[in-house]
């Protein structure tokens, strides 16, 4: 395609300047609804990304309560301003599907064995999308429920790999996105490595797969170490309030 020739230039760079290996910049805030059990905001390319936690709390339907353990109930949903054409608002087909995907690798860290007959709600809202935001919505709810204080074995950083001019980069933008040859989300947890999440459209030979999940797994450590600078600097603030608080309580008795 003429479209694809074009994706990367002679130097070997991508439409937006970045290197086969690079990630595009990323933001985390953790915190940032306050009604919320827990909450966090990705800015990630142009992607924006806002996602809540509530609970755990009584499941509902009743029907759906697990005497075992706790429900994890994901809903993903692209507010209709997140694009460029329209979207309808409401779920639809893709929405209901990545809900399910990211529900099932949340459920696989939280746990949710200590939570009987509960539900642990998370909400993702894309408020601007711009390719990725499945694995923006995932990175950001894992620091949601972080955030609020659900025990976790740990967060999930996630990251899509693809291929565009039949050559391997990571984190596709929109254009590579609509353009490339292939893509391959993936979540790995860099402490164990294990896979929670890995799906491809389009194709690679074995060693592109290889060299794609090289990729992903760097990519993911890169992303965990944001994700906990995200708790730290939001608790660091915490634990620093009530320090610079009690001087000046002690100042204004004195001086009363």
Known sequence: MESE???????????DGRRVDELRPIRIEAGVLKRADGSAYVEWGKNKVLAAVYGPRECHPRHLQNPAKALVQCKYNMIAFSVTDRKRPGPDRRSVEISKIISEALEYVVFTENFPRTSIDVYIEILQANAGTRC?????ASVALADA???????????????????VVLDLCKEEDNYGQADLPVAILPRTGEVLLMQM????????????????????????????DALRRRYAIEEA???DEEPRRERAEMEG
Do not use: W
Request: hydrophobic share 40%.
């Open 201 to 228: 459209d389009g194709h690679m030979t074995i060693d592109e797969f290889n060299r794609a999940v090289e990729y992903g797994v760097g990519a993911c450590e890169k992303i965990y170490a944001l994700q906990k």
């Open 149 to 167: 204080g659900i025990p976790m074995k740990d967060m999930v950083p996630s990251v899509a790999v693809g291929k565009i001019n039949d050559q």
């Open 241 to 243: 309030e009530p320090i």
């Open 5 to 15: 020739a074009k994706m990367i230039d002679e130097s070997g760079l991508r439409i």
């Open 136 to 140: 923006a919505g995932l990175t950001a």
